[in-house]
């Protein structure tokens, strides 16, 4: 979507992290994420951990850190940090406020998308800039 329309869409990624007795490494994962971003590289952060989504337990995030070029110390010290839970805390009620429930879950202009193929986007998006949503 971002390539279809380079100057009308942005994308915005908000962590929902699922409750631990359905997903325990949820949380931490969300944590890793974020605090990576605090050095720029959320993205890599994210994509290792997709990579590698059987094993997230901490030792393995720090192991991630390390492998995409994180100041380590810095990266467990922004982990723990009340800064990086009251984040993910803000965007997780946003998500519920939303009736998110599930990830991922997809909004385009403030509507949640019900069919997730290229078309469904692009039908969204379509009547979102043409003033019907």
Not at 63 to 83: C, F, H, M, T
């Amino acid at each position: 979507m971002l390539q279809a329309y380079p100057t009308d869409v942005n994308f915005v990624y908000k962590q929902f992290p699922l409750p631990a007795t359905m997903h325990p490494n949820a949380l931490p994962a969300s944590k890793a994420a974020v605090a990576a971003g605090k050095q720029g590289k959320f993205w890599e952060m994210h994509d290792i951990m997709f990579k590698n989504n059987r094993e997230l337990t901490y030792d393995k995030l720090k192991e991630y850190a390390g492998q995409i070029g994180l100041d380590v110390a810095r990266w467990e010290k922004d982990y723990n940090s009340p800064d990086i839970q009251s984040q993910i805390d803000k965007e997780k009620s946003e998500g519920a406020a939303a009736d998110v429930q599930g990830t991922p879950t997809f909004f385009v202009a403030g509507k949640r998308v019900a069919n997730r193929s290229l078309d469904g986007f692009k039908q969204m998006i379509d009547d979102a800039l043409k003033g019907k949503g």
